[in-house]
């Protein structure tokens, strides 16, 4: 009874969505049965998650940065940026945050709603893709946390399946950046040998995670095996989602008693695949072969997989969870209200 009574009472958490750029897709590159010459104008969604302390304080949390404003990117990714054209850029995740999303209530403020400069505590990066990465360098006082093996794979790109010129080596601050702890796996993930080593937090590092990152750990949540508790207060979960690329993340954020939201970046991106309607899209490798958008498909679809138990056993249980993918146009255009400075 003592130990019941002395848990503390779980937090919770604020999500406003901020727009950081939109790209097109491709619809066979990602769906099954697709039209080969269609493609999608989607967003590429940045979230803002607020968490207040028992103290008052409050802390801001980013999760993604969205496509780069000055499409700075390397050559060869320049290079491929013809497939995602057209692109959209003049509101980018540092101006959505500054003055609040356009069409939002409240949006398109002359005042500063949040400095990037100075307001953001947290960052954490879905995985390294270029429309996920957006321009760090705007938030030169942020915390970054990735998922494990993610700065290697931006300094040493991960085999010929990830060649390093994909990837920008300074695209985080090494000092500031922590690595959230390596998932133990069974079995074989990706292209091994090459899959990325974890970078540990090095003893110079300026990074300033919550306290009780000390003691993070992949832990179960429902039907999720590998699941971390972020703040320690059950308000914010990281959850281990492998398949699309190493280091790949999702977040779980908890709004009220039973009240979730689920961030689930790149586990797929079209909701046709979560409703069963479409199979991931299978397309030439270039080499004889097909491939799909993932580095792993069958984890990519084990991933999704997981997902879908969860939700249904989560909501079974009582629970109201709202599912948000990064490049779902139809959800943004329904939850304008749900924008910065509005909140889902
Ligand atoms: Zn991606």
Request: aromatic fraction near 8%.
């Amino acid at each position: 009874m003592a130990t019941a009574l002395s848990k503390p009472p779980p937090g919770f958490v604020t999500l406003s969505a901020l727009d950081a750029g939109h790209l097109s897709l491709p619809e066979h590159m990602f769906v099954n049965d697709a039209d080969p010459v269609k493609k999608n104008l989607v967003p590429s969604l940045s979230f803002l998650i607020r968490h207040a302390s028992p103290d008052g304080s409050v802390t801001n949390l980013v999760f993604d940065l969205g496509v780069k404003r000055d499409l700075n990117y390397t050559p060869a990714q320049q290079n491929e940026l013809d497939i995602w054209r057209p692109l959209i850029t003049e509101t980018d995740c540092a101006k959505s945050l500054r003055n609040g999303v356009a069409d939002a209530p409240g949006g398109a403020s002359n005042g500063v709603l949040l400095d990037p400069t100075k307001d953001i505590d947290y960052i954490i990066i879905s995985h390294a893709h270029w429309d996920h990465t957006g321009t760090p360098s705007d938030f030169p006082t942020a915390t970054f946390a990735v998922g494990s093996g993610t700065l290697d794979l931006f300094q040493n790109g991960a085999g010929p399946a990830y060649p390093s010129i994909f990837f920008n080596k300074d695209e985080l601050p090494a000092l500031r950046t922590v690595e959230f702890p390596p998932v133990v796996r069974t079995g074989v993930y990706g292209n091994e040998p090459f899959a990325p080593k974890h970078t540990p937090l090095p003893s110079n590092t300026q990074a300033k995670p919550p306290a009780v990152a000390a003691s993070w750990a992949w832990k179960p949540f429902g039907d999720l095996p590998n699941a971390l508790d972020f703040f320690g207060d059950g308000s914010l979960y990281v959850v281990d989602t492998p398949g699309h690329i190493y280091g790949h993340v999702n977040l779980l954020a908890r709004l009220g008693e039973r009240r979730y939201v689920y961030l689930a970046a790149d586990c797929c991106h079209d909701r046709r695949l979560v409703t069963g309607e479409k199979e991931i899209g299978l397309y030439d490798d270039g080499h004889g072969g097909l491939r799909s958008i993932h580095t792993d498909t069958e984890e990519a679809r084990r991933s999704l997989e997981r997902l879908k138990t969860f939700l249904k056993n989560h909501r079974a249980e009582g629970n109201e969870v709202e599912l948000i993918l990064a490049h779902d146009p139809v959800w943004r255009k329904e939850n304008v209200h749900a924008c910065w400075p509005g909140k889902v």
